[in-house]
């Protein structure tokens, strides 16, 4: 992936992330995330948020896409993604204010809408309903399908029947009264 001229003009670079970025990846995660934490959970706790993210950085450090994005030699974001088989999930835009309105969620969102054009595959994300990140990828073209107390879940590139967007549906593969009564 490389980043247009544009966004190298200001200032901008993109890198695969690695091990030594785990500190900056916890600040990055914390800045972008507290206030929907706060908000959604009950409040921002240090350690349990540092265990969590710690768990998530090196979990990433194994998919398919996991870069950081610097500005200025300073670590201002982080970007990943899973290709799978069937679809392309797990993507994770985390930018810094500093960073945001100059291109970089643009370029990286098309780059996603991109790689599921070429390998055929839809491209599943997962943001938070307060997030902004949720407006730029319906202007897009990602559809919300379905959302849980906190986040929309929002595919480009896949047709959802109906009838199977629910949660309960997506766990149990349908709406069936049978199914429903089992689990009742």
Known sequence: MVLPD??????FL???????????????????????VDQYYGGWDNRIQTVISRDSFFRLLEVTCFCKILHYGDTVGFFSYKEQQDGISEVSILLLPSA??????????NHLISRGKETNKPVYA????SSTLKNQLT???????????????????KEHEKGTTGYMNRIYGGSDSKMVSERE
Request: with cysteine; charged share 25%.
């Open 14 to 36: 993109i890198q695969n992330a690695e091990s030594e970025d785990l500190n900056s990846y916890i600040r990055v995660k914390k800045d972008c995330c507290k206030r929907y």
């Open 100 to 109: 945001n309105g100059k291109g970089v969620e643009e370029f990286l969102i």
């Open 126 to 129: 997962t943001v938070y309903q």
């Open 139 to 157: 202007a897009a073209g990602f559809q919300i399908y379905d959302k849980s107390r906190s986040h929309y879940l929002m595919s480009f590139n």
């Open 6 to 11: 544009g966004l190298l003009s200001q200032g």
